[in-house]
C-alpha cells in the first residue's frame, strides 16, 4: 500500500541545484523527442530555463513531440456534475462547506437520466462525472449512477464514464471496477503538504497522505486507469509539476503503469474565494507548464479543461494536449437548464470556454485538428501495464486515428451542423490518404461506409 512519497526538502533542492546551460537544455530536449520520460532533474532543468531563447526551443520540441505522437487528434468529453453537497472547506472552491451562498443538490435519477440525454444529443460519447465528497456519495451511490448511466441510451448513448471523486478504500474502487468506469482522477490539488494544510483545514480532504495514495489504493483493486492532477495557482507552479512527476514516477516503479492522464487546471474565481493571489498562475507560465509536462511524460495524456478561455486553449491546446472538453456546463443540471449568464451560486467555480461542442469542433476542424469520441482502448482492454506495452510508436497512428476517424464520421453523420459537415468531410478525406499503410486505408475507408450506411460504434 502506498505511502507519503513526495520529499518536500528533495524537491526544493532539485529546483535550486539545477543550472540551465543551452547545451544541456539540447540534450535533455533530444532525450524527450527520442520519446524517453524525464528525470527529476532534467524536469527541474527545463522549469528553470528562463531565457527567451530556451523558452522558444522548448515550446516548439513540445509541439514537434506533440504531432509526432499524437498527430491532430483531439479527444473530446463533457464533465458531468452528480452532486454538490461536500463535507470539506477547500478554500479555493465553490462547494465547500462554509459556503452558504451555494445551492446544493443531487441529480436524482430522473435528473441524471435528463442530462444524460442532454449530453447525448449533443453527441457526446465520453463523459466524466464528478461528485463532492459527502456522505451520501459513496461507492455504492457513484456505482449507481454510473450504471443507470450507461444503461440510458437514447439520442446517442455515453460509451465511457470517468470519475473525480475523493479517494476511496480498495472495496470501493473494486465496485467502481465492476460497473465498468474508465478513469478514475484524483488531483492533489498541491503536492506541497504545509499548503495542503491550509487550504484543506476540516474535513476528510486535510489528510494529505489519505488523498496521496488514493490512486495506490485503485491500483490494489485492479482499476489501473488513473488520472492526476494539480491545481495551479495555490504554490510555486514549478513545484508542483515537479510533484506531478514524482506521483507519476511513484506508479511507475510501484505498478509498471504511469497515470493515463494528467490535469493542470488553473485557479478560478469562485464565491468566497479565500486564498492569496501570490501564486497566480500566468498564460505565459501555462504554456510553460503544458509544454514541460509534453516532453517529461510524453506517452502521458494532458487534458485542458473549458476553465480557460478559448483563445488560449487554442495556443496551449498545440503545445501538448490530448483531451479537452467542450460544451461544458458545471453548474447544476445545465446541460438542460442553462442560463447564458453564468450563475456562480450553481457552479463551483467560473468557467472560460462556454461554446457549444459543435463550435469547438468547428473550430478544431478550421484549425485543421482531428476530433476524436474514441473509447476503443478501454473497451478492449487496452489498459494499464497492457495498454502501456501497446502505447509504442505507431500505435496510435495504428488505432487511435482511425478511431478518431471513424467516431468523428459518426458525429458528422448525427449531430453536426451544415457547415460542420461539409468541412469535417474535407477534414476525414485529407485524413484518410495520410494514412500509409495500404491495408489499413482499406478497412478505414470500409468501415467509413458502413457508417454513412448507417452503422454504428466500429472501431479498431
Ligand atoms: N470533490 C472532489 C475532490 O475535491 O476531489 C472532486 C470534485 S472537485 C469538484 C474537482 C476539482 O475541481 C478539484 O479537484 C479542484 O482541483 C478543482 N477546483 C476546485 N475549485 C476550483 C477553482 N476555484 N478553480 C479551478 N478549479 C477548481
Ligand atoms: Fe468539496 Fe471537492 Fe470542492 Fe473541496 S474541491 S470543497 S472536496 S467539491
Given at each position: 500500500m502506498g505511502q507519503n512519497f513526495i520529499n518536500d526538502e528533495q524537491i526544493k533542492g532539485i529546483l535550486n541545484k539545477?543550472?540551465?546551460?543551452?547545451?544541456?537544455?539540447?540534450?535533455?530536449?533530444?532525450?524527450?523527442?527520442?520519446k524517453k520520460r524525464l528525470n527529476r532533474e532534467e524536469t527541474a532543468l527545463l522549469l528553470q530555463a528562463e531565457r527567451e531563447e530556451w523558452l522558444e526551443k522548448i515550446f516548439a520540441a513540445a509541439r514537434e513531440l506533440k504531432n509526432e505522437i499524437y498527430g491532430d487528434r483531439i479527444v473530446l468529453f463533457a464533465p458531468l456534475y452528480i452532486?454538490?453537497?461536500?463535507?470539506?472547506?477547500?478554500?479555493?472552491?465553490?462547494?465547500k462547506s462554509s459556503n452558504q451562498e451555494v445551492e446544493r443538490c443531487t441529480l436524482s435519477n430522473q435528473e441524471l437520466e435528463r442530462q444524460i440525454k442532454a449530453l447525448e444529443e449533443q453527441g457526446q460519447k465520453r463523459s466524466i462525472f464528478v461528485y463532492g465528497e459527502h456522505p451520501d456519495y459513496d461507492a455504492d451511490f457513484i456505482a449507481e449512477t454510473v450504471?443507470?448511466?450507461?444503461?440510458?441510451?437514447?439520442?446517442?448513448?455515453?460509451?465511457r464514464i470517468n470519475i473525480n471523486a475523493a479517494p476511496l478504500d480498495v472495496a470501493g474502487y473494486r465496485k467502481l471496477k465492476e460497473v465498468g468506469i474508465g478513469t478514475y482522477q484524483i488531483f492533489q490539488e498541491t503536492y506541497q503538504q504545509q499548503t495542503y494544510q491550509q487550504v484543506h483545514p476540516s474535513g476528510p480532504k486535510s489528510d494529505f497522505e489519505w488523498r496521496l495514495t488514493g490512486l495506490d489504493r485503485a491500483m490494489e483493486a485492479g482499476l489501473d486507469d488513473v488520472g492526476i492532477g494539480a491545481l495551479f495557482g495555490l504554490y510555486d507552479w514549478k513545484y508542483e509539476v515537479l510533484g506531478l512527476l514524482e506521483h507519476t514516477i511513484h506508479l511507475e516503479e510501484t505498478y509498471n503503469v504511469g497515470p493515463h492522464t494528467i490535469s493542470f487546471p488553473r485557479l478560478k474565481e469562485a464565491t468566497n474565494l479565500e486564498v492569496d493571489d501570490r501564486y497566480l498562475v500566468t498564460d505565459q507560465e501555462l504554456k510553460r507548464i503544458v509544454a514541460i509536462l509534453r516532453l517529461a511524460v510524453p506517452y502521458t495524456g494532458l487534458i485542458l479543461t473549458?476553465?480557460?478561455?478559448?483563445k488560449l486553449r487554442q495556443e496551449v491546446m498545440e503545445l501538448g494536449v490530448s483531451q479537452i472538453d467542450a460544451g461544458t456546463r458545471i453548474e447544476m443540471a445545465g446541460y438542460t437548464d442553462f442560463k447564458q449568464e453564468q450563475d456562480i451560486k450553481r457552479e463551483q467555480f467560473k468557467l472560460g470556454d462556454t461554446r457549444s461542442l459543435n463550435e469547438v469542433i468547428d473550430e478544431l476542424v478550421k484549425d485543421g485538428c482531428l476530433p476524436s469520441f474514441c473509447t476503443s482502448c478501454y473497451r478492449l482492454g487496452r489498459t494499464g501495464e497492457h495498454f502501456m506495452e501497446f502505447a509504442k510508436p505507431g500505435f496510435i497512428k495504428k488505432y487511435c486515428t482511425p478511431n478518431a476517424l471513424l467516431t468523428f464520421k459518426e458525429y458528422l453523420e448525427d449531430y453536426a451542423s451544415q457547415e460542420t459537415k461539409e468541412i469535417g468531410e474535407r477534414l476525414i478525406q485529407a485524413k484518410v490518404t495520410e494514412i500509409n499503410e495500404q491495408q489499413l486505408k482499406e478497412q478505414v475507408v470500409d468501415k467509413l461506409e458502413l457508417i454513412a450506411d448507417g452503422e454504428r460504434d466500429l472501431y479498431f
Amino acid at each position: 500500500m502506498g505511502q507519503n512519497f513526495i520529499n518536500d526538502e528533495q524537491i526544493k533542492g532539485i529546483l535550486n541545484k539545477v543550472e540551465p546551460t543551452g547545451e544541456k537544455i539540447d540534450r535533455i530536449i533530444e532525450k524527450s523527442l527520442n520519446k524517453k520520460r524525464l528525470n527529476r532533474e532534467e524536469t527541474a532543468l527545463l522549469l528553470q530555463a528562463e531565457r527567451e531563447e530556451w523558452l522558444e526551443k522548448i515550446f516548439a520540441a513540445a509541439r514537434e513531440l506533440k504531432n509526432e505522437i499524437y498527430g491532430d487528434r483531439i479527444v473530446l468529453f463533457a464533465p458531468l456534475y452528480i452532486g454538490n453537497k461536500c463535507i470539506n472547506d477547500c478554500k479555493y472552491c465553490g462547494f465547500k462547506s462554509s459556503n452558504q451562498e451555494v445551492e446544493r443538490c443531487t441529480l436524482s435519477n430522473q435528473e441524471l437520466e435528463r442530462q444524460i440525454k442532454a449530453l447525448e444529443e449533443q453527441g457526446q460519447k465520453r463523459s466524466i462525472f464528478v461528485y463532492g465528497e459527502h456522505p451520501d456519495y459513496d461507492a455504492d451511490f457513484i456505482a449507481e449512477t454510473v450504471k443507470t448511466a450507461y444503461q440510458i441510451k437514447d439520442d446517442g448513448e455515453l460509451r465511457r464514464i470517468n470519475i473525480n471523486a475523493a479517494p476511496l478504500d480498495v472495496a470501493g474502487y473494486r465496485k467502481l471496477k465492476e460497473v465498468g468506469i474508465g478513469t478514475y482522477q484524483i488531483f492533489q490539488e498541491t503536492y506541497q503538504q504545509q499548503t495542503y494544510q491550509q487550504v484543506h483545514p476540516s474535513g476528510p480532504k486535510s489528510d494529505f497522505e489519505w488523498r496521496l495514495t488514493g490512486l495506490d489504493r485503485a491500483m490494489e483493486a485492479g482499476l489501473d486507469d488513473v488520472g492526476i492532477g494539480a491545481l495551479f495557482g495555490l504554490y510555486d507552479w514549478k513545484y508542483e509539476v515537479l510533484g506531478l512527476l514524482e506521483h507519476t514516477i511513484h506508479l511507475e516503479e510501484t505498478y509498471n503503469v504511469g497515470p493515463h492522464t494528467i490535469s493542470f487546471p488553473r485557479l478560478k474565481e469562485a464565491t468566497n474565494l479565500e486564498v492569496d493571489d501570490r501564486y497566480l498562475v500566468t498564460d505565459q507560465e501555462l504554456k510553460r507548464i503544458v509544454a514541460i509536462l509534453r516532453l517529461a511524460v510524453p506517452y502521458t495524456g494532458l487534458i485542458l479543461t473549458a476553465r480557460e478561455e478559448p483563445k488560449l486553449r487554442q495556443e496551449v491546446m498545440e503545445l501538448g494536449v490530448s483531451q479537452i472538453d467542450a460544451g461544458t456546463r458545471i453548474e447544476m443540471a445545465g446541460y438542460t437548464d442553462f442560463k447564458q449568464e453564468q450563475d456562480i451560486k450553481r457552479e463551483q467555480f467560473k468557467l472560460g470556454d462556454t461554446r457549444s461542442l459543435n463550435e469547438v469542433i468547428d473550430e478544431l476542424v478550421k484549425d485543421g485538428c482531428l476530433p476524436s469520441f474514441c473509447t476503443s482502448c478501454y473497451r478492449l482492454g487496452r489498459t494499464g501495464e497492457h495498454f502501456m506495452e501497446f502505447a509504442k510508436p505507431g500505435f496510435i497512428k495504428k488505432y487511435c486515428t482511425p478511431n478518431a476517424l471513424l467516431t468523428f464520421k459518426e458525429y458528422l453523420e448525427d449531430y453536426a451542423s451544415q457547415e460542420t459537415k461539409e468541412i469535417g468531410e474535407r477534414l476525414i478525406q485529407a485524413k484518410v490518404t495520410e494514412i500509409n499503410e495500404q491495408q489499413l486505408k482499406e478497412q478505414v475507408v470500409d468501415k467509413l461506409e458502413l457508417i454513412a450506411d448507417g452503422e454504428r460504434d466500429l472501431y479498431f
